[in-house]
């Protein structure tokens, strides 16, 4: 698993350096484009060490989820974006072991989030590839389930229809690529890092926070200047 992560952040760290020297790039302002996009990669949780002092302990709790997210784009002028997301990770399936027995919980988090981007290079509309600083709040919601249990004196069984929602507020900031190759069409290379740590725990930790590394496109839907 470790070595499959190390080769796809390589490849995405290479991949504009390939389209820079291609011919398919179209230099164009891309801070002033309205976008719809989907980005995909992955979410490294910083710690997932459970919390001291909790009545149990989880196992199998895994540090690298599956990532991906919506967005829309709106050029605010030159250099400025704002940018509306919603994302999603699946941390899979975590045992957490009680005195009792032990029973396994699935986890969805849902990042809800508002920030804005800087395009220090947009005052050079001619180059294909624009870098951008981001910046921004979120809303975290995370939806966890209870699967399967074993609990003493022998009691095992399936659940259905448990589900327990929890919630925080975050930030974020990072940085990223834009890749124009045509007018309606644009690459987008992206990583954050992001705070989150939730009031209680979920999944067997409350610190949810860590770098996101995605790969994604952008269709746009028009033109501000």
């Avoid at 992955?42 to 909790?54: H, I, N, Q, Y």
């Avoid at 940018?83 to 849902?110: A, K």
């Avoid at 124009?180 to 926070?209: A, C, H, M, Q, T």
Wanted: with cysteine; hydrophobic share 40%; proline share 5%.
């Amino acid at each position: 698993m470790a070595d499959l992560t190390r080769k796809g952040l390589l490849i995405i760290l290479a991949l504009p350096f390939l389209l820079s020297g291609s011919d398919i790039c179209h230099a164009e302002d891309v801070s002033a484009f309205n976008l719809i996009g989907l980005r995909v990669g992955l979410w490294r949780m910083s710690s997932t060490d459970v919390e001291p002092g909790l009545p149990y302990y989880a196992t199998s709790t895994k540090s690298i989820s599956p990532y991906g997210e919506f967005f829309l784009c709106y050029g605010l002028k030159r250099g400025f974006v704002a940018e509306l997301s919603l994302g999603s990770c699946d941390r899979g399936e975590t045992r957490l072991e009680i005195e009792e027995g032990y029973y396994w919980e699935s986890l969805t988090i849902y990042p809800i989030s508002l920030g804005g981007r800087f395009y220090p290079l947009s005052f050079k509309p001619r180059i294909p590839w624009q870098p951008y600083l981001d910046l921004g709040v979120s809303y975290v919601v995370g939806s966890s389930s209870l699967e399967y249990g074993s609990f003493s004196p022998g009691f095992r069984g399936f659940f259905e229809g448990y589900v327990k929602t929890h919630s925080a507020f975050g930030v974020f900031t990072g940085a990223g690529l834009d890749f124009n190759i045509s007018r309606p069409l644009i690459i987008n290379f992206d990583v954050k890092y992001r705070w989150v740590k939730f009031g209680e725990e979920v999944g067997g930790i409350r610190d949810y926070s860590g770098a996101q590394f995605t790969i994604g496109f952008a269709y746009v839907l028009g033109i501000n200047r």
